[in-house]
């Protein structure tokens, strides 16, 4: 059992780590974290070229970092990617909820076949440990992001039944990262440098909010936690959507010269 004082570099070391979703806010910064550990190799991948290209030039003397175009909707392409990968970190998805509202399946190809593809991939190449990034959304959810995302966590909890513990799969789930492009700070922050209006589809709408840092720490520190199917979620501070909007309107609007 790992407790807060552990030192999760140790855990680590000489590990061969596989990351999706690398050029997204929480893949990058698993793969930066990862970066900075005596890793043995980490895995890279993602079907987002423009800004893979951007992750592979900040790594590019790093010849333990290995960057690559996979699609999650294409189980071959992960096989290549997870072979002598001892830990895959999942955190690919499509994850705007109007979006994916609008697109329910393409949603599902991504968050749900994708996952399942990841898990079959994973299997196949004997991985050790694998980690599905998850939302707080997949609590009794009300669209079609959080009912994917919540499916994807029910295939994790499945498939250590087919694993017969060789595979030990687990999911973390966490809220609103702050600043990432999920996260509705950078909106609010484009409309009050725009002079408003704020958008709110409800005033009374509440967020679950962690910095970038502390979802990953989760996240890295599940890879150790899981013994096969749990989903891991970290305590995290609540906060009303108006309030959250009202603090930024008072903090950012004077430097806008609003």
Request: charged share 20%; aromatic share 6%.
């Amino acid at each position: 059992m790992i407790d807060g004082s552990s030192d999760i570099a140790a855990l680590f070391a000489d590990a061969n780590v596989a990351v999706t979703g690398a050029a997204g806010t929480v893949g990058a910064e698993l793969l930066r974290q990862l970066a900075s550990f005596k890793v043995a190799s980490v895995v890279g991948v993602d079907s987002n070229e423009s800004e893979l290209f951007f992750v592979g030039e900040e790594y590019r003397s790093d010849d333990r970092i290995n960057i690559g175009l996979a699609d999650v909707r294409d189980r071959a392409s992960l096989e290549s990617a997870f072979e002598r990968v001892d830990i895959v970190f999942h955190a690919a998805a499509l994850k705007h909820v109007p979006l994916c509202e609008a697109a329910p399946l393409e949603a599902t190809r991504t968050n749900i076949v994708g996952t399942q593809n990841v898990i079959d991939a994973a299997l196949a190449a004997d991985v050790k440990r694998l980690v599905f990034t998850s939302t707080d959304k997949a609590v009794n959810p009300t669209n079609v992001m959080g009912t994917s995302k919540l499916m994807a966590e029910r295939l994790i909890t499945a498939s250590n039944a087919r694993s017969a513990g060789q595979t030990i799969a687990s999911s973390t789930r966490f809220g609103n990262v702050l600043g990432s492009r999920g996260s509705v700070l950078p909106l609010f922050a484009r409309q009050i440098r725009n002079g408003g209006p704020v958008t709110l589809t409800s005033a009374e709408m509440t967020r679950f909010i962690m910095t970038l840092e502390q979802a990953v720490e989760l996240v890295l520190r599940s890879a150790f936690l899981g013994t096969g199917g749990e989903v891991f979620i970290t305590k995290m501070p609540i906060a009303r959507i108006e309030d959250l909007a009202r603090v930024m309107i008072d903090a950012l609007a004077p430097s806008f010269g609003h």
